[in-house]
């Protein structure tokens, strides 16, 4: 999955994840128990390569600086 134009990364993560799990975004927890959204939008707004890798909801997520947003089933990953 990769970032829409409109779209910020601690959103679009929330959206990635309900996806692989077949739910609803609304039906997801709040990603504040894993990560502070606000932080993970602001290191996306710079400049520069980077990701950040966290575990959410029984995923391994990836969010790639180059808008990618990578799910793995935690068994798998």
Known sequence: ?????????????VR???QAKG???LEMPSLYGTVDP?????V????????VQFPFCGYTVTVVS????????CETA
């Open 1 to 13: 999955m990769t970032l829409e134009d409109d779209s910020v990364p601690s959103e679009a993560v």
């Open 16 to 18: 990635a994840i309900a």
């Open 23 to 25: 739910v609803e975004p």
């Open 38 to 42: 606000e932080a993970l939008d602001a």
């Open 44 to 51: 996306f707004k710079g400049s520069g390569r980077s990701y």
């Open 66 to 73: 180059d808008g990618r947003i990578i799910v793995q089933n």
